[in-house]
């Protein structure tokens, strides 16, 4: 069975992405595991000159590391990402390369009808930065509008053509990540690109 | 023009912040610019609401009072940086101020194309509708290779990004005009109340503000502590007496006018005859309608509301006081923890001894330009590209606290002719 995260892209202590990803990881659990990955309390990156990383952004990226695949539900603050997330991803990319080649699929919520279409599409270029190079799985858009109520009491989402879409997503999401791992011929060569990157030497 | 710089950046040491200092500095004479930081802001976080603490409100109060904004960008993973991505959404969560504020974009990076999607992205941010700027269209002036762009004094070395940047600047500053012309009709500011009949949380209640004993009237009723005893400030621990001695050892004469109106304190340095403002103690805790002549009200009104809309942060007005002297009186806003204002430091000083002890030090000379009128330095036929009185004396301002010193033990005070602004009190 597959082992996926599931990253909250959001600090907020209520937040209907979160929900999102718990119902996923109940209704998909005879096909993978989903491990929900949080991303409050994270100190603000800073571009540290020290060499060592907080010790809980090692702990994530090893479990990133590990994991087959992973799920990223982001909320939209301001058309973006929120801060928070980018915050994760910054420190994910900062000497450490757990994204490189990483199956990624992106989902999102929001209260609105719209589901977070443009952090969406914003989220898809940050992961493909040289320092991420995550492999998005394509065309194939996630978003969850009016996501406060979009649940049942118990968690589960009530709209049945948004179940069937959700379903058909995740079961290309676990094919992509079998693809993916035959595209891993370049793996090595990706992460040593992404390890020798530097803003400094590109033209 | 008061603009306001974002530095986007969280880093202790950022390319960004530099490209903010060089423009604050080669821009001086075109508009007034402070900088304000991303770092040591909390992370946004719906759940733990700090829009009011005070270091959100200062920045809420600092954009809502500037005529533009323009921030400077780095890009990290294709998009801005957490930290400016942070203060943004706490900008645009419980208060709006960036709501139809001009805003221009800067950015620099290590690479070529650098901070070029980073500022698509910002642009998109900021048009948001719970951001709501107004981004200026067209320009982006994006700072590659910025390892290499500044020389040892934090100048742009190349000539041609210099012209950019200052034709991008010119144009920020029409947009702002253009777009504040959207704007409804000027707001009206409060008019003040010059006799104090209001009252603020520190005003001493039930003594007469006119009488010529205020302050041993007062005194009577709050009993202020006094001589020895020990006072807690920001940041130390001063007797009373020791606060007495270190302000009257200012190099300049100071008045404080409390947010009522209310004239509270001066540094009683000299007789009032040997003072620039021929202040007595009698006048303490006059209404400030009773230290000047009612020609000067409407004047004093507009100075005060100004400062008190945070329109202006300090206002200036050199007053003669006979050859030899640049005598400025100078109103500046006082303003409590939370930012709110809470009245008027009126320091008066002469600048004169201050300019020659600047120009005999570094020796250089103010040449160029109606010398002689402005300041009564030496006056020099010189073509050649100079630094002008406006550059230098904000050279001047920026060495304050060195070139104060040495102004003292020049400056001895001389009788003043008049105090134009403060107008002679009506009890004189
Ligand atoms: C500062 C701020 C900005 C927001 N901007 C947006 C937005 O641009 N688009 C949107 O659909 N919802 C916006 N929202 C509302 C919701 O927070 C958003 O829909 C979010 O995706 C809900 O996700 P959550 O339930 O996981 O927190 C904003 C909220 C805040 C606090
Ligand atoms: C995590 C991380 C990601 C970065 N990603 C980018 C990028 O996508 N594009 C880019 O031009 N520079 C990138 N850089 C380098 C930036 O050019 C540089 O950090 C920044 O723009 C310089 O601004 P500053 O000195 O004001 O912080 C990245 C740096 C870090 C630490």
Redesign the interface.
């Known amino acids: 069975m597959k082992k996926l995260i599931g990253i909250v892209g959001t600090n907020s202590a209520t937040s209907t992405n979160r929900q999102l990803l718990q119902c996923m990881q109940h209704h998909f659990q005879k096909d993978a595991t989903i491990e929900l990955m949080e991303i409050q309390n994270l100190p603000m990156f800073n571009k540290p000159t020290a060499d060592k990383l907080p010790d809980i952004i090692t702990e994530m990226a090893a479990k990133i590391e590990a994991a087959d695949g992973v799920i990223i539900s982001t909320a939209e603050y301001d058309h973006s990402a929120p801060a928070a997330l980018i915050n994760a991803l910054d420190w994910l990319s900062y000497g450490i390369y757990p994204f490189v080649d990483k199956p990624v699929m992106v989902t999102g919520a929001s209260y609105g009808a719209l589901g977070s279409s443009r952090a969406q599409a914003q989220l898809r270029q940050v992961l493909d930065a040289p320092e991420l190079h995550a492999m998005i799985m394509p065309s194939s858009e996630f978003l969850l509008g009016n996501s406060l109520s979009a649940f049942t009491e118990d968690g589960a989402l009530k709209d049945t053509d948004i179940i069937e879409k959700l379903d058909g997503i995740f079961a290309d999401f676990l094919v992509f990540v079998d693809i993916a791992q035959q595209l891993k011929n370049a793996h090595d060569a990706n992460k040593k690109a992404a390890a020798d990157f530097d803003w400094d030497k590109i033209r | 023009m008061k603009l306001l710089g974002i530095v986007g950046?969280?880093?202790?040491e950022s390319y960004n912040r530099q490209l903010l200092q060089y423009i604050e500095k080669e821009f001086a004479n075109q508009f007034d610019f402070e900088l304000i930081e991303v770092?040591d802001?909390p992370?946004?976080?719906?759940?733990?609401d700090q829009t009011q603490s005070v270091a959100i409100q200062n920045l809420n109060r600092k954009i809502l009072k500037a005529d533009g904004v323009i921030i400077a960008t780095p890009e990290?993973?294709?998009?801005?940086?957490?930290?400016l991505?942070?203060l943004?959404?706490w900008l645009?969560f419980k208060i709006h101020p960036l709501a139809t504020k001009p805003v221009m974009i800067v950015g620099a990076?290590?690479?070529?194309q650098?901070t070029s999607?980073a500022q698509l992205?910002l642009r998109?941010?900021l048009?948001?509708p719970?951001?709501n700027a107004i981004v200026m269209p067209g320009n982006e002036f994006l700072l590659g290779n910025v390892?290499k762009a500044f020389d040892e004094f934090g100048n742009l070395k190349d000539e041609k990004t210099r012209a950019f940047l200052q034709s991008n600047l010119q144009k920020f500053l029409k947009f702002i005009s253009v777009v504040s012309k959207l704007d409804d009709a000027p707001e009206q500011l409060p008019d003040e109340d010059l006799q104090a009949k209001g009252s603020v949380a520190t005003t001493i209640p039930d003594v007469n503000m006119s009488s010529d004993h205020w302050v041993e009237e007062a005194a009577a009723k709050v009993h202020p502590v006094k001589g020895d005893t020990y006072v807690q400030l920001d940041h130390g621990i001063l007797t009373v007496n020791q606060i007495d001695e270190l302000l009257k050892s200012m190099p300049f004469e100071i008045t404080l006018v409390d947010g009522n109106n209310q004239f509270l304190y001066f540094n009683h340095t000299s007789e009032s005859a040997s003072m620039f403002a021929h202040r007595k103690p009698e006048q303490v805790g006059n209404p400030i309608g009773d230290c000047h002549p009612a020609r000067a009200y409407n004047h004093v009104k507009q100075v005060i509301s100004m400062l008190r809309a945070g329109k202006l942060d300090v206002f200036r007005m050199p007053v003669p006081h006979g050859p030899g002297k640049y005598v400025v009186h100078n109103y500046q806003a006082l303003h409590d923890t939370e930012g709110n204002y809470a009245g008027i430091n009126e320091y008066i000083l002469d600048f004169q001894p201050i300019i020659d002890w600047y120009l005999k030090k570094t020796g250089k000379e103010l040449t160029g330009g109606n010398v002689d009128a402005v300041s009564g330095a030496s006056k020099k036929d010189n073509t050649e590209k100079t630094d002008a009185v406006p550059g230098a004396s904000k050279k001047v301002s920026r060495q304050q606290p060195d070139a104060i010193s040495g102004a003292s033990e020049k400056a001895a005070p001389v009788k003043p002719d008049v105090d134009a602004v403060s107008g002679a009190s009506k009890k004189d």
């Open positions: 950046s969280a880093a202790e770092k802001l992370m946004f976080d719906e759940s733990n990290h993973n294709h998009t801005v940086t957490p930290a991505k942070s943004i959404e645009s990076s290590f690479y070529d650098g999607r992205h998109q941010i048009d948001s719970g951001v390892k």
